[in-house]
C-alpha cells in the first residue's frame, strides 16, 4: 500500500507564502512522477504543477509565484505571493509508483489553502 501524505496548509493573508509538503510512504520501489493539483469550491480539480526527472510543468496560475521541488519520495509546492483565487484543497499525486505487484497513480487526502485577510 502507498500513502501520500500532506501537510503546510492553512490560513495566510494575500500576498503571503506558504510550502506545502508531501511525502510518499509504504512499500514502492520508485515514483516516475508527483505533482500538485488543487480543487476549489464548485470548481474541477486541476494541475499546479508537476515535476518528474527534473522536467517541470506549471499551470498558468502558477508560473512565476509557485516552485515545485522534489527530494527523493517527497514533494514540495513553495507558494509565493497568494492571492484569494488560490484557495483550494491542494492535492499531492504520485504517478507511475513501481511497487511489487503493480505500477499505479495514487493520490494523498489533501490540504487546505485558504488566502483571506
Known amino acids: 500500500q502507498v500513502q501520500l501524505v500532506e501537510s503546510g496548509g492553512g490560513l495566510v493573508q494575500p500576498g503571503g507564502s506558504l510550502r506545502l509538503s508531501c511525502v510518499a510512504s509504504g512499500r514502492f520501489f520508485s515514483i516516475a512522477r508527483m505533482g500538485w493539483y488543487r480543487q476549489a469550491p464548485g470548481k474541477q480539480r486541476e494541475l499546479v504543477a508537476t515535476i518528474s526527472s527534473g522536467i517541470i510543468n506549471y499551470a498558468n496560475s502558477a508560473k512565476g509565484r509557485f516552485t515545485i521541488s522534489r527530494d527523493k519520495d517527497t514533494v514540495y509546492l513553495q507558494m509565493n505571493s497568494l492571492k484569494s483565487e488560490d484557495t483550494a484543497v491542494y492535492y499531492c499525486?504520485?504517478?507511475?509508483?513501481?511497487?511489487?505487484?503493480?505500477?499505479?497513480?495514487?493520490w494523498g487526502q489533501g490540504t487546505q489553502v485558504t488566502v483571506s485577510i
Open positions: 499525486k504520485a504517478d507511475g509508483v513501481h511497487t511489487p505487484l503493480t505500477t499505479g497513480d495514487y
